[in-house]
């Protein structure tokens, strides 16, 4: 589990890159997610981070009720962004955090499942980010390369959750081809 916990950790960081690079004039510019602004991105990412401790702790999303919905950045956006992704981290390294059941809103999961779907929305949106306020989009290609083998593990065919996959050359990288497989233009 120390190798995912690792992916999670670069996951993390190539994230907070991002969001440390983000200039005052640019929360309002559109991201390659339709419905979001940079703002809106990064309030997602921070609302998901909110939810690891919680969920971890055994509570349910009923329990949090809507203390997670909303305006989560505040006056302090990447403040508020660092002390959540801390805190997520923190409550990811504690033992035993990937063999708990977590509550989702979708169901019961094993946290393993958890991990694996917080390190890939890091990931995939840190590149979202990234083309958004036109900073260096390049992930890191181990990172790529492990999201997509688990991202072709999942059962996702129909899924609402991404716009249908975009056709690349067949000789395209790993990072080019996790990027496309949800329905994002590299």
């Not at 991105?41 to 969920?55: A, I, K, R, S, Y």
């Not at 349910?60 to 403040?79: F, K, N, S, W």
């Not at 390049?138 to 997509?148: T, V």
């Amino acid at each position: 589990m120390s190798e995912l916990l690792d992916l999670h950790g670069r996951a993390m960081a190539e994230f907070d890159g991002r969001v440390r690079e983000i200039m005052v004039t640019q929360w309002t510019d559109p991201t390659p997610c339709a419905d979001w602004d940079v703002h809106d991105l990064v309030n997602h990412l921070v609302g998901e981070q909110l939810w690891v401790p919680h969920l971890l702790a055994g509570n349910t999303v009923e329990d949090a009720g809507d203390r997670y919905d909303g305006d989560l950045l505040g006056e302090h956006p990447v403040t508020t962004w660092e002390v959540a992704s801390r805190e997520a981290r923190s409550a990811w390294l504690q033992p035993g955090s990937t063999d708990r059941t977590v509550h989702l809103s979708f169901g019961d999961a094993p946290g393993e499942v958890y991990l694996w779907q917080m390190t890939f929305d890091l990931a995939v949106h840190a590149w979202d980010l990234a083309r958004a306020i036109g900073a260096d989009d390049r992930l890191d290609p181990g990172l790529s390369h492990a999201l997509l083998g688990w991202w072709h593990n999942q059962d996702l065919d129909g899924s609402a959750i991404f716009d249908p996959p975009v056709p690349v050359d067949g000789d395209a990288d790993d990072q080019t081809r996790l990027i496309a497989a949800t329905g994002r233009r590299p």
